[in-house]
């Protein structure tokens, strides 16, 4: 079992490298999938201040 366990992990490891180094494709970044990737700050600023009571 180990040997097939072993046979597995080496064949595993030799395919990730078949498909040689990762490139970056050409032209402008694509858009976020998930709003737009900068927070806006938001002013949580008062300009009263609260009434004692």
Request: aromatic share 2%; hydrophobic share 40%.
């Amino acid at each position: 079992m180990s040997r097939i366990a072993a046979l597995l992990i080496i064949f595993s490891l030799a395919a990730c490298g078949m498909k040689g180094p990762l490139e970056r494709p050409s032209g402008p970044a694509p858009e976020p999938l998930l709003g737009s990737g900068k927070t806006a700050v938001k002013d949580v600023s008062t300009t009263t201040r609260p009434q004692a009571q």
